[in-house]
């Protein structure tokens, strides 16, 4: 996503081009790329002038142009170090602080290993089901809600650098939280914008065909779009308690964590019930006019999940998804911006399936506050927050879309498939009594619709039927 393995491929030919004359006096000239202000000729830059920790990881890379041949990441591991740094990490999950912080004092090795602040944030969202106040780094935060006696002003930013330590994996992820986005990819823009049009024009050059579309205007009328600082949150939210991964946590707490927050995959707020736990937000925005009609609504209490607050700090957001139960979705940036890569459903995106030849184009663009973009059924995507940004997203069944959900939720897994439910196999069939109560004929008439649009598409072109003569023995003669 953001090129971290290109780049470090990158990083080895730049050096391989310009390989430095090693002698006793630039011995020490191997380049910690994590202690310098780099930039690389396509134009990648580190974020800010204070990186987080990496506790002095080089890629592997950096080993062959040293003067020594000592990889201290294999040597602090003695037998283990047959191990891939991933199955490492994969074992040290199974442990508990106390023994993490036992053993980063066997090697430095280990040392490095278990001030991985993954295993961490694990630990802090696995032992704090009431959320956290966030420390500055996850350790420090797992070790204050352990010990309230625990001072962190007084650990400051300790740690040493270790030094020969390479490895492409940990410095991997050091990157990626600490390595701007490219311009350039963040410019890429080919969605199609749409600004006061009508709802038939909605349905018919968009809906109906399932094409993605930014609508601009849509949100002028809204309270949230002036009211909905951070300020205003924390004042309105109080004490409630929003879903934040695993955990829940109150608004301003949430917010300290956002503040400090310097990682490859930042958490963020996404919650379904927040019109129930504080009802003023649900207030302060209205759906917009293109997506009035949402038949799940005729379940009442027993629809699924269907809409949610997000707030999220920059570089947050959600890898490659389809939206649940072969819905569409709108969602609505209130403050800040989104960056948005988009696949139709015929096409997998990079990294979920194999591509017959890669070279399909996404479409892409930055959701900016005040605009809405129109998420069709099965279409993939995935979002990052280019900002601290708050926004409204939901999910809808209409008319266009009413049969593929159907059929979505009668299928044979869909106790797996089905999200946001807990009737998960039943689903189906209240929902498609409940549509024949509220709309009857409207399932009949749709199945009709499709079959005849079927049986046109499948209907012989003339030059078909040309074929099937010949076959049978007619043959033109020009």
Not at 97 to 108: A, D, F, Q, Y
Not at 158 to 176: A, E, N, T
Not at 256 to 279: G, S
Request: charged share 25%; proline share 5%.
């Amino acid at each position: 996503m953001f090129g971290c393995r290109s780049l470090l491929k990158q990083i080895r030919k730049r050096k391989r081009r310009n390989p430095p004359k090693f002698n006793s006096k630039n011995r020490k000239q191997t380049p910690n790329l994590a202690e310098q202000d780099f930039a690389t000729e396509d134009g990648f830059r580190l974020k800010g002038s204070s990186p987080s920790q990496n506790y002095g990881v080089q890629p592997l890379g950096n080993l062959y142009f040293t003067s020594s041949p000592h990889n201290s990441r294999n040597t602090g591991l003695g037998n283990i170090q047959t191990l891939t740094d991933e199955l490492v990490l994969d074992i040290l999950g199974f442990l508990g602080g106390t023994h993490l912080g036992i053993l980063s004092t066997v090697s430095k090795s280990f040392y490095v290993f278990c001030n991985h602040e993954p295993l961490w944030r694990n630990l802090v969202l696995e032992d704090c089901d009431d959320g956290f106040l966030f420390k500055g780094s996850w350790k420090s935060t797992f070790v204050a809600a352990c010990n309230s006696d625990f001072d962190v002003s007084k650990v400051g930013s300790l740690g040493f650098k270790v030094k020969d330590f390479y490895s492409d994996y940990l410095f991997q992820s050091w990157l990626c939280a600490n390595l701007e986005m490219k311009h350039e990819w963040l410019e890429r823009d080919n969605i199609i914008r749409r600004k006061g049009i009508s709802v038939d024009e909605f349905v018919t050059d968009f809906e109906m065909p399932n094409k993605a579309v930014l609508l601009e205007g849509c949100l002028d009328n809204w309270p949230a779009m002036k009211k909905w600082d951070r300020d205003y949150l924390v004042k309105v939210c109080g004490d409630a308690r929003f879903a934040v991964g695993p955990i829940e946590m109150k608004l301003n707490d949430f917010f300290i964590y956002t503040d400090q927050a310097q990682e490859e995959r930042p958490l963020y707020l996404f919650d379904p019930k927040f019109a129930n736990k504080v009802r003023k937000l649900g207030q302060d925005y209205e759906v917009p006019v293109y997506f009035n009609e949402d038949l799940f609504s005729v379940l009442g209490n027993e629809r699924p999940d269907y809409r949610w607050i997000i707030i999220g700090p920059a570089g947050s957001g959600s890898s490659f998804h389809i939206d649940p139960n072969s819905t569409s979705a709108w969602n609505a940036v209130v403050k800040g911006s989104k960056k948005w890569v988009l696949f139709p459903p015929d096409v997998a995106p990079p990294g979920v399936y194999p591509s017959a030849d890669g070279a399909k184009k996404p479409v892409e663009c930055v959701c900016k506050a005040g605009e809405v973009i129109f998420v069709p059924n099965g279409w993939w995507h995935l979002v990052i927050n280019l900002e601290d940004s708050i926004a409204i997203t939901q999910n809808f069944v209409s008319r266009r879309n009413l049969l593929n959900v159907l059929d979505f939720l009668k299928k044979p897994n869909a106790s797996t498939l089905v999200s946001g439910t807990r009737d998960r196999v039943n689903l189906h069939d209240k929902f498609k009594k409940a549509i024949e109560v509220s709309f009857p004929g409207t399932i009949d008439e749709l199945t009709k619709k499709a079959e005849k649009k079927r049986a046109e598409l499948e209907k012989p072109s003339f030059w078909d039927s040309v074929k099937d003569s010949n076959s049978g023995g007619f043959k033109f003669s020009f």
